[in-house]
C-alpha cells in the first residue's frame, strides 16, 4: 500500500488539516499516478459543507486530477510509468449495464464509483484528489495531450468535459446561437469551447464585470442578466443555452430566450430546486434539460479537442494550505477562473 499526504475536512464546518491515507495495492488492471494538480471544483465545497447529503467524513474532496503514472498492475495495457494522465469525476462503474457499455459510465445503472465521498468495490471509501498519489483502474484514467500543461489539464477533467458534452450532444456549431448563463470555472470554458465549436456564443452573466474576458474567450455579445431589457432583447433567441450556475435562478426567465426547438441544459447543480412554468416549454416546443459530466472516452475526445484547438482554463495556482481561504473566494465570485492546488505543497 502506498501512504499518501492529503488535506482533509472533519466536518460541514470544519477547516482543511493535514492528513495521511493510504491507497490501495495494485490490483491487475490498476494504475498508480501521482498527482501533481488538483482542481477545485464548486462540486467540492458542496460536498465538504455537506449541502448534498449525508457525508462519510474525513473526506478528501478532488476529482480534477493530473499526474504521472508511476506503477501499473499486470494487465494494463493502456499505459506505462511515464505517461501524463488525468482522473475526473468517477473511478469506477459496473461495466457491465447498457448505459456502461455505450460509454456512459456516468449514468451507470448500478451508479458510478465517484472519486471521493463514495465506496469503491471493495466496499473502502473513495477519496479524492486533495493528495500525493491515487489508484485507479486503467479504464477510467485519461492520457493527457502533451501541449497541455498539467495544471491547466486538471480543471478539464470536470469544468471541461462537463461543457463539453451538452455542447457536443446538442451540436453546438456554425449556424447555432449558444448563450452561456454565468461566467465562472464552467462558464468560462463552455465560452471557449462553443467558440471554437464554431457557434455563435452570448454570456448572460450578473454584471458586465467579466466581459472583457468574455470576448477574449469567444463570444460575440455579453449581457447583464441584473438588467430586465436583457430578457426583453434576448426573448427567442437562442438554440441553446447552457447554465453553467450552482445557485437559484428564475428558470423560466432563461427558457423565455429560447428559440423554436431550443433546449436549455442545466449542468450547475444548485441544492435548491428550480421551477419551471410548462406553458414556457409547450409553446415554442422548447426543452429543459440536465447533463452531467460525460463518459470516459468522452473526456479522451474532449482533451483531444482541446489540444487541437489550443484551449485551457484560466487558473490561479495554490498551495495546500491556502484550500480553505480559496473556498471562500469561489463563493465570493473572486476567482479567474479556477483554482488548481499546487499537490508538492502537501
Given at each position: 500500500m502506498v501512504k499518501a499526504k492529503a488535506r482533509a475536512v472533519d466536518g460541514p464546518d470544519k477547516g482543511f488539516r493535514e492528513a495521511e491515507i493510504t491507497r490501495r495495492d495494485l490490483d491487475q488492471q490498476d494504475v498508480l499516478i501521482e498527482i501533481k494538480f488538483a482542481g477545485i471544483c464548486h462540486s467540492d465545497i458542496h460536498t465538504a459543507h455537506g449541502e448534498w447529503g449525508e457525508v462519510n467524513y474525513p473526506l478528501v474532496p478532488?476529482?480534477?486530477?493530473?499526474?504521472?503514472?508511476?506503477?501499473?498492475?499486470?494487465?494494463?495495457?493502456?499505459?506505462?510509468v511515464g505517461d501524463r494522465v488525468g482522473v475526473g469525476c468517477m473511478v469506477d462503474s459496473c461495466g457491465e449495464c447498457e448505459n456502461c457499455q455505450k460509454?456512459?459510465?456516468?449514468?451507470?445503472?448500478?451508479?458510478?464509483?465517484?472519486?471521493?465521498?463514495?465506496?469503491?468495490?471493495?466496499g473502502e471509501p473513495t477519496q479524492g484528489g486533495y493528495s500525493t498519489h491515487i489508484v485507479v483502474t486503467e479504464g477510467f484514467v485519461v492520457s493527457i495531450p502533451d501541449n497541455i500543461e498539467l495544471d491547466a489539464a486538471a480543471p478539464l477533467l470536470c469544468a471541461g468535459i462537463t461543457t463539453f458534452s451538452p455542447l457536443n450532444r446538442w451540436q453546438a456549431g456554425p449556424g447555432k446561437k449558444v448563450a452561456v448563463v454565468g461566467m465562472g470555472g464552467l462558464g468560462h470554458m463552455a465560452v471557449k469551447i462553443a467558440h471554437a465549436m464554431g457557434a455563435e456564443v452570448t454570456v448572460l452573466s450578473q454584471t458586465l464585470n467579466k466581459q472583457e474576458d468574455g470576448m477574449k474567450f469567444g463570444a460575440k455579445d455579453y449581457y447583464a442578466t441584473k438588467d430586465p431589457e436583457t430578457f426583453e432583447k434576448l426573448a427567442?433567441?437562442?438554440?441553446?443555452?447552457?447554465?453553467?450556475?450552482?445557485?437559484?435562478?428564475?428558470?423560466?426567465?432563461?427558457?423565455?430566450?429560447?428559440?423554436?426547438?431550443?433546449?436549455?441544459?442545466?449542468?450547475?447543480?444548485?441544492?435548491?430546486?428550480?421551477?419551471?412554468?410548462?406553458?414556457?416549454?409547450?409553446?415554442?416546443?422548447?426543452?429543459?434539460a440536465g447533463s452531467m459530466i460525460g463518459g470516459i472516452q468522452e473526456t479522451q475526445d474532449m482533451l483531444d479537442f482541446c489540444a487541437e484547438h489550443n484551449i485551457a482554463p484560466n487558473i490561479?495556482?495554490?498551495?495546500?494550505?491556502?484550500?480553505?481561504?480559496?473556498?471562500?473566494r469561489v463563493l465570493n465570485s473572486d476567482v479567474k477562473y479556477r483554482f488548481v492546488i499546487d499537490t508538492s505543497t502537501m
Open positions: 478532488g476529482h480534477e486530477i493530473a499526474g504521472i503514472v508511476t506503477e501499473v498492475g499486470p494487465n494494463v495495457t493502456k499505459f506505462k460509454g456512459d459510465e456516468q449514468y451507470c445503472n448500478k451508479g458510478n464509483v465517484p472519486t471521493y465521498a463514495g465506496f469503491d468495490k471493495y427567442g433567441t437562442f438554440d441553446l443555452i447552457i447554465n453553467t450556475v450552482s445557485a437559484k435562478i428564475d428558470a423560466g426567465a432563461y427558457i423565455g430566450l429560447l428559440a423554436l426547438d431550443g433546449t436549455m441544459v442545466n449542468v450547475g447543480a444548485p441544492p435548491e430546486p428550480l421551477s419551471v412554468h410548462v406553458m414556457s416549454l409547450i409553446g415554442r416546443r422548447r426543452s429543459f490561479e495556482v495554490i498551495s495546500a494550505d491556502e484550500i480553505d481561504h480559496a473556498y471562500d
